[in-house]
């Protein structure tokens, strides 16, 4: 039985949760307000199979577009409409943050510490405010090389390969960094899209920024959107880091928060 958000029932079209060999026709704005009130992987898996009219509304732009704005997937630029809105309505619901612990809120868990050099890294408050008020803590370097990394498996996190290799979503990552304004600091960061045996297919490796002493110690983001990398990406292998310049013992290197790997739509990064 299918309802309305009221409670009244609409039309019995399922049993025993396997789609009725009794089905009757019904006019098309009806049958896609019924879609509109059941689970979006419901009306793909199980009514779009039922018959050829439930398969042509399941897959139809205007049921797509309208789920997109009942649930509030608005596109930033009206000028741009996207070419399948299925597909980005899947994208806008299922887009999150893919990194462990970005904000230091549970110390290094979720991180690999690659090197941990001179005083090793620390877990600070902010120094200065950041953007995000949900930032109340960020990693510091000390005056040897720190790096810490994260494997995101993008299987294990709901993206499956054939969805991967078809549509070739976007890529958003996105990093947070600030120095001291008493030190000299340098940021380092490397992100690659690795294959099934974790071999490196596309590579994102900025030059080393640095940053002089007496600076305004503002935070700075950096981002970086991977498009048309092909076939075969399986995981995101996210590194950053980075040292003071002075060698003063203690930890007055870069600081790094907020760090972010998304899978969105073309439309939306």
């Not at 953007?131 to 810490?148: D, H, I, L, M, Q």
Request: overall charge neutral.
């Amino acid at each position: 039985r299918v309802t309305r958000r009221g409670g009244s029932p609409l039309f019995l079209f399922l049993k025993g949760g396997k789609p009725n060999q009794n089905v009757f026709p019904l006019p098309l704005d009806i049958l896609e307000e019924i879609f509109l009130n059941l689970p979006p992987h419901h009306v793909v898996c199980v009514c779009r199979l039922v018959c050829r009219q439930w398969k042509d509304v399941a897959d139809s732009e205007s049921f797509w577009r309208e789920r997109c704005r009942r649930e509030g997937y608005r596109l930033r630029d009206f000028s741009k409409v996207p070419s399948d809105w299925r597909l980005f309505y899947f994208l806008c619901k299922k887009r999150r943050n893919l990194m462990k612990n970005p904000r230091a809120d549970d110390e290094f868990q979720g991180w690999r510490i690659l090197d941990n050099g001179g005083d090793q890294w620390k877990v600070e408050e902010p120094m200065v405010e950041h953007s995000n008020p949900a930032v109340k803590k960020n990693y510091v370097t000390s005056f040897g090389w720190c790096r810490k990394e994260q494997m995101i498996d993008l299987m294990e996190e709901g993206y499956n390969p054939l969805f991967m290799d078809e549509f070739q979503p976007h890529i958003r990552i996105s990093d947070w960094y600030a120095p001291r304004w008493d030190c000299g600091s340098i940021y380092v960061i490397s992100v690659q899209l690795l294959g099934h045996e974790q071999d490196v297919l596309q590579e994102f490796s900025p030059e080393p920024l640095s940053f002089p002493q007496w600076n305004d110690q503002q935070w700075h983001q950096m981002v970086h959107v991977f498009k048309d990398y092909g076939p075969g990406v399986r995981y995101v292998r996210f590194t950053h880091g980075g040292k003071d310049t002075q060698f003063w013992a203690g930890w007055y290197g870069i600081r790094v928060t907020e760090s972010c790997v998304e899978i969105c739509s073309a439309l939306d990064s």
